[in-house]
């Protein structure tokens, strides 16, 4: 079964600096990786995706991600944060049949002044 | 639009009791699931349904009943509540499985004592 594992469950970092969220994937066919943030008391929203072509894949708020079939990973980046990224970041693998989603445990980001 | 819409917001339960959550989306979704949240654990899929009259199970489908009569609601219901099931529920759909978009509703927050 495909899964994900995020490298680090809580990620501290000041305003304006780069952050990188760390997530590795464990299949052995075609994937579809994604990146969800959950704020505070909200449900979650998708940030980016990956089902096919270009390996760099930009998504909202400034964020990207890198697909690396080689290392298996898919992290997820942005050269700037801001005290309002603060929340908490899921890595997702899809299924092979598309109608499961397997979350990794989840990275809270802190962005602090 | 209103998007995915769960009720209640907060429920507690004594333990044996029954109840159940609901979920409604208004953007003609063929794709709706239920997926519980607990700490250091990320989201586990609970039942999935890909059309009306369709359903089937996820990760972690024990104690847990659904139905799909319409395309709009996918209603979970909890037979005989126990305390392993205090959890955030959070329902979500989709166009067509989870290579598309998911969204989210804000969740279902459920104590069983």
């Known amino acids: 079964a495909q899964s994900v594992t995020q490298l680090d469950s809580q990620v501290p970092v000041f305003e304006e600096a780069p952050v990188e969220l760390r997530c590795n994937y464990s299949?052995?066919?075609?994937?579809?990786l994604f990146w969800y943030v959950q704020y505070p008391n909200q449900g979650l929203q998708l940030l980016l995706k990956y089902l096919s072509g270009s390996t760099l894949v930009k998504g909202i708020n400034g964020f990207e991600a890198e697909f690396n079939k080689s290392q298996t990973s898919f992290h997820l980046r942005k050269p700037s944060v801001h005290i309002s990224d603060t929340a908490e970041y899921f890595c997702?693998?899809?299924?092979?049949?598309?109608?499961?989603?397997?979350f990794g445990k989840g990275t809270s980001l802190l962005v602090t002044p | 639009n209103a998007g995915v819409t769960q009720t209640p917001k907060f429920q507690v339960l004594k333990t044996g009791q029954s109840m159940t959550l609901q979920c409604a989306q208004d953007m003609n979704h063929e794709y709706m699931s239920w997926y519980r949240q607990d700490p250091g654990m990320g989201l586990r899929l609970i039942h999935y349904s890909v059309g009306a009259g369709i359903t089937d199970q996820g990760e972690v489908p024990n104690g847990y009943n659904v139905s799909r009569s319409t395309t709009e609601d996918f209603p979970l219901r909890l037979l005989s509540a126990a305390p392993s099931q205090t959890s955030v529920y959070f329902c979500?759909?989709?166009?067509?499985?989870?290579?598309?978009?998911?969204?989210f509703g804000n969740g279902t927050r459920l104590t069983v004592t």
């Open positions: 299949s052995s066919v075609s994937v579809y």
């Open positions: 997702a693998v899809s299924s092979n049949s598309g109608y499961a989603l397997n």
């Open positions: 979500a759909s989709s166009y067509s499985g989870t290579h598309s978009p998911l969204h």
